[in-house]
């Protein structure tokens, strides 16, 4: 099933009622001059059992801890955001799979030799996807992506993740005048800084819903990065996000600011289509199947993780 990604930018009080989440706004709430009638059919339920992702935008939003520990118990990811309205914070539950130890174990007890193959089949389908953005969106034949690609060793010793990332982002967004890929760089950047975390939102959801630890990397390993394990499993899926703001620089929109229009087409990400295993699926979905091989290659069970291919 599909899970809901919900957006609150507004003041609310958000609590849970009969396992929904119970949304009520404080101008009703306070306005005595309004009937009880009115103010009870102003109130939205959703069943938490159907959300995903929840981002939390405003700083007058109150949410108790019975609706945040329900939404944890359904394995939803809860994204906060700070005074600039940018995802800087994520919550979320601590075990999401029934044999957690013993996946637990697969995971730490990992060889080097594993990790490094497993790494080289994440830039291979990395590269590839963004070889396929170029090929979407510019119209290039990238031979020398497709080239790189193949020629990715265990470990990617080379770093021709690098390499691939120098030629890549000039030819996507090369046309906007000073733009370099930087998280503090000028728009798009802006853009992408968002998108990129609502998808590592969505990542670290499916790796705890598989059993396995966010912070044990197979390549990311800094000390102070809870989520290296998001952050090296998101690369191929990155693309797909660098493809929507494409998009949407490309229909002349200011992107100078996030607006709540932007916002909603980036909340959009875990529903984009995705063809993993030869079939069409949502993202969401999609880095569900992703988690749950990567276990397997843990495991023993697998030799590949499941990535999607951008057509």
Known sequence: MIKRTLYFGNP?????????????LPEVERNDA?????????VKRIPIEDIGVVVLDNKQLTITQGALGALLENQVAVI?????????GLMLPLAGNTTQSERFRHQIEASLPLKKQLWQQTVQAKILNQS????NQRGMECGNMEAWARQVKSGDAENLEGRAAAFYWPALFGRIEGFRRDREGIPPNNLLNYGYAVLRAVVARSLVGSGLLPTLGIHHHNRYNA??????????YRPYVDRLVAEIV???????ELTTEIKGKLLSIPVLDVVINGRRSPLMIAVGMTTASLYKCYSGELRKIAYPLME
């Open 227 to 236: 989520y290296c394990l998001a952050d090296d499993i998101m690369e191929p």
């Open 250 to 256: 490309a229909c002349g929109r200011d992107i100078s």
């Open 80 to 88: 906060t955001c700070d005074e600039h309205r940018m995802p800087s």
């Open 12 to 24: 609310a009080y958000l609590s849970v009622r009969l396992e929904q989440l119970e949304i009520r």
């Open 132 to 135: 396929s953005v170029l090929r």
């Open 34 to 42: 309004l009937p009880e009638s009115f103010k009870q059919s102003a």
